[in-house]
């Protein structure tokens, strides 16, 4: 996953670390980046592919007020999006939690045999 994204303040883009956003950030997502957050679409169109987090195969076109998710592709476009999760926050950082979590169980469950 990417470490580093295009922060917009005062209308430039800055070249910012993942991990010092803010909830309510404005980044710049371009075509054939990987989505570093969870956040709404405020300016822009584009076509992502969501099968990372969501298993869908389809490709499917995003635009003002969408949602989008930390994991996910830009394949063309280009928007802005406010922030609203990153790092253990995002879906994709919960769901892997669960995996983790439900793994676990099973073995703890489980009992050894000789």
């Known amino acids: ?12 883009e800055i070249e ?15 075509a054939d980046e990987m989505i570093p957050v969870d956040g709404l679409i405020t300016e822009g169109n ?5 099968k ?11 635009g003002v007020g969408d949602e ?7 394949l063309s476009g280009k928007f ?3 922030v609203d999760k990153w790092g253990f926050e995002t879906k994709v950082a919960k769901e892997i939690k669960l995996t983790i979590i439900a793994v676990r169980n ?3 469950g489980m009992e050894i045999k000789n």
Do not use: C, H, R, W
Not at 18 to 24: R, V
């Open 1 to 12: 996953m990417a470490t580093k994204s295009g922060l917009v303040t005062k209308g430039a």
């Open 16 to 30: 910012t670390p993942i991990d010092t956003l803010k909830q309510g950030d404005i980044i710049v997502i371009n």
């Open 46 to 50: 584009a076509l992502i592919d969501q």
């Open 52 to 62: 990372n987090l969501l298993k869908e195969f389809q490709s499917l076109e995003k």
């Open 68 to 74: 989008v998710f930390a994991s996910t592709t830009l």
């Open 80 to 82: 802005f999006v406010q």
């Open 106 to 108: 099973y073995f703890d």
